[in-house]
């Protein structure tokens, strides 16, 4: 299946932990991107990487780390996770300026 | 940068009826508009797009209106069945042609 598919599906960790989410895309995209979904609801762009290259840092503190080894991953690191980094993590990707394609989503619980 | 303001945050319908969703953007650079609907549980699928070249477009049930002097978009879901019942965002473009910046959302509720 073409899709953009991303792991773990949930995430349960305690204050403090370090924890990585995997994303990769067999669509043949050439840029990708981390949302990040509150509990109410509300998408909001974190980082865009187009062709392993970071083009967008929305304001998102350093503990969060996305690394991109080819342009069809980027996965995203979280250090000294923070009860406040509780939310749904989607990864995206998209060919120039179309539509972007969802993974599934990532539900990240912090304890 | 874009700020993107969608109205109204909750709609219940009948089945059968029409759903209309407006959003405003500020950024007079925008050129792409797509409209996004997430189930429970899944991540938000594109269900259709306008460019600023085109003042409306329509996919079956779905249309969007595009008016680039008042900065306006709408979506319009005709003959709504149970299974449109969702949450829709309208997104507009983050510094022309990179990244989206998406509408709060609007939760549909179609009953039968």
């Known amino acids: 299946d073409t899709a953009v598919s991303q792991t773990p599906k949930y995430l349960v960790t305690q204050m403090g932990n370090d924890k990585s989410i995997k994303c990769e895309q067999n669509l043949g995209h050439d840029t990708m991107y981390w949302y990040k979904q509150d509990s109410k609801k509300f998408l909001k762009i974190m980082f865009s990487?187009?062709?392993?290259?970071?083009?967008i840092n929305e304001t998102v503190p350093n503990r969060f780390s996305p690394k991109s080894p080819d342009k069809a991953h980027l996965n995203l690191h979280i250090n000294s996770l923070e009860l406040g980094d509780s939310a749904v993590y989607f990864c995206a990707s998209s060919q120039g300026r179309g539509g972007d394609t969802f993974g599934s989503g990532t539900r990240l619980t912090v304890v | 940068g874009e700020n993107v303001e969608q109205h109204p945050s909750t709609l219940s319908v009948q089945e059968g009826d029409s759903a209309v969703i407006k959003c405003t953007y500020s950024?007079?650079?925008?050129?792409?508009f797509p409209w996004y609907k997430q189930e429970l549980g899944k991540g938000p699928q594109l269900i259709i797009d306008?460019?600023?070249?085109?003042g409306e477009k329509k996919d079956q049930r779905i249309a969007v209106t595009l008016n680039k002097t008042a900065k306006h978009f709408s979506l319009h879901i005709t003959e709504t069945q149970p299974e449109d019942s969702a949450v829709y965002f309208c997104a507009g473009e983050c510094r022309a042609g990179t990244a989206l910046i998406f509408g709060k959302g609007t939760t549909l509720s179609v009953s039968s």
């Open positions: 950024d007079s650079a925008s050129n792409y």
């Open positions: 306008i460019r600023s070249n085109v």
């Open positions: 990487y187009n062709n392993k290259e970071l083009i």
